[in-house]
């Protein structure tokens, strides 16, 4: 498995805060990386020291914004539209984008 794609201690705090609000929430995998779902649906990640969030706007944008954020490209070369990496330079917005990505995905 690639260093980008490894488990930090602040991923697993954030998942470990996310479950405790939801316990509905699993860890899995996608793309090879440690990942947080609801109903089988991937919402975050951890990725490259940081975490990625599938979010919609605008909250999308305003994460995109931040020092070191970007879209999410697992192969390189098509990034994905709705997956922002935040780095851990930001780690004190990731309980906001994580409960933003979890909503977004949870089914009603």
Do not use: I
Not at 6 to 20: A, C, I, K, M, N
Not at 52 to 65: G, N, Y
């Amino acid at each position: 498995m690639s260093s980008r794609k490894t488990s930090t201690p602040q991923w697993e705090q954030l998942l470990g805060e996310v479950r405790e609000l939801h316990p509905e929430v699993t860890a899995g995998a996608m793309f090879g990386m440690p990942c947080a779902k609801v109903a089988g649906k991937a919402f975050m990640g951890s990725f490259d020291g940081g975490v990625v969030f599938k979010l919609d706007e605008p909250v999308r944008t305003e994460a995109l914004q931040l020092s070191g954020s970007q879209l999410f490209d697992p192969s390189g070369s098509r990034p994905m539209r709705e997956w922002v990496v935040v780095g851990a330079e930001n780690q004190d917005r990731w309980e906001r984008y994580a409960e933003a990505a979890l909503t977004k995905v949870k089914p009603s």
